[in-house]
């Protein structure tokens, strides 16, 4: 199957901090999603990316499907933006593969 | 839309009893999965349903999971006899058919 390799694996950022996480990919993928999992637990559509660049506030995402990687822009950081971020994305049928996350603590 | 929606939100039973899962999808999405999380093995695909119709369901771990969507807006996945490490947060999500929206889990402790 298609290997994902998401980076980095945890991150410590003060607030007002950006930061880029990464996701490559071994094979070309589809349906790219970008989640946030909150402490709470629940996991929130942060973009639908399968190609090109999107914003949402402090939130952008880029995929460069022809190198087969994902980046995801946090700028400004804020406390509850603690958590972790998964990429996602299926190969050639619906199942969707979850990345290993990365763990984001925002600190005062 | 309110989303989809899960219940219970928290589950507590004993190893052996039977447990019932709920899942209401987005109206309109064709598409419906199931999903376990846990610590060691992270999140992983159980079963999907397209059209009410189960398509892949080699991800249920053994014979004491079932699951069934017998209208577009409802599913259940069932297991039983319950065992301790059937332990862990299952989530259901549906899909128009590209983008995946979870509802907010199911924790299960099976004591």
Same mark, same amino acid.
């Given at each position: 199957g298609i290997q994902v390799e998401q980076s980095p694996p945890d991150l410590i950022l003060q607030e007002g901090a950006n930061s880029t996480l990464r996701c490559n990919f071994s094979d070309s993928v589809n349906n790219l999603q970008w989640f946030h999992q909150n402490p709470w637990g629940q996991l929130i559509n942060l973009f639908y990316i399968p190609s090109g660049t999107k914003q949402n506030g402090r939130l952008s995402a880029t995929t460069v499907a022809t190198e087969r990687y994902s980046l995801l822009y946090i700028s /400004? /950081?804020? &406390? &509850?933006?603690s958590g972790v971020y998964f990429c996602a994305f299926t190969g050639g049928g619906n199942k969707l593969t979850f990345g290993t996350g990365t763990q984001l603590k925002v600190e005062l | 839309d309110a989303g989809v929606i899960q219940s219970p939100r928290h589950e507590v039973t004993e190893m052996g009893q039977e447990v019932t899962l709920r899942c209401k999808p987005i109206s309109g999405h064709d598409y419906l999965f199931w999903y376990r999380q846990t610590m060691m093995r992270g999140l992983e695909l159980l079963i999907y349903f397209n059209n009410n119709v =189960?398509?892949? #369901?080699?991800?249920? !771990?053994?014979?004491r999971f079932s699951a069934k969507m017998p209208n577009a807006s409802f599913s259940t996945l069932k297991i039983q !006899?319950?065992? =301790?490490? #059937?332990?862990a947060v299952y989530f259901c999500a549906s899909s128009p058919g590209g983008e995946r929206y979870f509802g907010p889990g199911t924790r299960l402790t099976v004591t």
């Open positions: /400004s /950081s804020q &406390t &509850t933006d | =189960p398509i892949d #369901d080699s991800g249920m !771990p053994e014979d !006899p319950s065992e =301790p490490r #059937d332990s």
